[in-house]
């Protein structure tokens, strides 16, 4: 099993460019999501999806669009780039959304906004 | 809402010290509660959960309903400990109850 995974690892984008992070699981998990990870801050939900078909918003969703069309996939969208969005994105994946369920994450993208 | 505080940024002990990461929540229901570990260069894994009252590489946590708790111990420190620990906490009536929220991190160095 590859786990998560998720492209590009770096990514430099111009203020106002859009662009999509990809992210894949082959662990037939349920539930998946988006953080962003930024110093200080800890480790912030932008969306969730518990199933294909299937989003809803996180802690920090606005500029940012999800979709889940198959259970494997769940790539995030930046519709128009700014630089308050430069961070580490993690997806993670889990059987569940509910419980005890442990999430697994990828190894994240670094993207840079100037 | 759901809220996890993790007071220290910081953690810095001495190798065969005894070591405790400070983890409080806030909830009003019955909480689901994780500590999570990013080591340099890996991925964010899971460390351990409540539920299953286990010990993981020496670490315990024990979850405090009164005092809203969830620290987590190591009676004696390793080097290879140094890491960013993330508590979690999931929960909540309805839709909440997919969300998993993370603390901001503690980050502890073990110096030899």
């Known amino acids: 099993n590859a786990g998560v995974t998720q492209t590009p690892k770096f990514q430099v984008l111009k203020t106002g460019q859009s662009m999509t992070l990809q992210c894949a699981q082959d662990?037939?998990?349920?539930?998946m999501s988006w953080y962003r990870q930024d110093p200080g801050m800890g480790l912030r939900l932008i969306h969730y999806?518990?199933?294909?078909?299937?989003?809803d918003q996180g802690e920090v969703p606005n500029g940012y669009n999800v979709s889940r069309s198959t259970t494997e996939d769940f790539p995030l969208r930046l519709l128009s780039a700014a630089p308050s969005q430069t961070s580490v994105y993690f997806c993670?994946?889990?059987?569940?959304?509910?419980?005890?369920?442990?999430?697994?994450f990828g190894p994240g993208t670094r993207l840079t906004v100037t | 809402a759901q809220r996890v505080t993790q007071p220290e940024k910081l953690l810095s002990v001495f190798k065969g010290a005894p070591v405790e990461l400070k983890c409080n929540y806030s909830?009003?229901?019955?909480?689901?509660l994780f500590w999570y570990v990013q080591y340099s260069r890996q991925r964010l894994q899971l460390l351990l959960r409540?539920?299953s009252r286990e010990s993981i590489k020496g670490f315990t946590a024990d979850l405090n309903k009164g005092e809203t708790s969830f620290h987590l111990k190591k009676p004696f420190a390793q080097e290879e400990d140094s890491a960013m620990y993330y508590c979690?906490?999931?929960?909540?009536?309805?839709?909440?109850?997919?969300?998993?929220?993370f603390g901001k991190g503690t980050l502890l160095t073990v110096n030899p």
């Open positions: 993670a994946s889990s059987l569940s959304g509910y419980g005890i369920y442990e999430q697994y």
């Open positions: 662990m037939n998990h349920e539930y």
């Open positions: 999806s518990v199933g294909a078909g299937i989003t």
């Open positions: 909830y009003s229901g019955s909480p689901e």
């Open positions: 409540h539920i």
């Open positions: 979690a906490l999931r929960g909540g009536g309805g839709g909440s109850n997919y969300k998993l929220t």
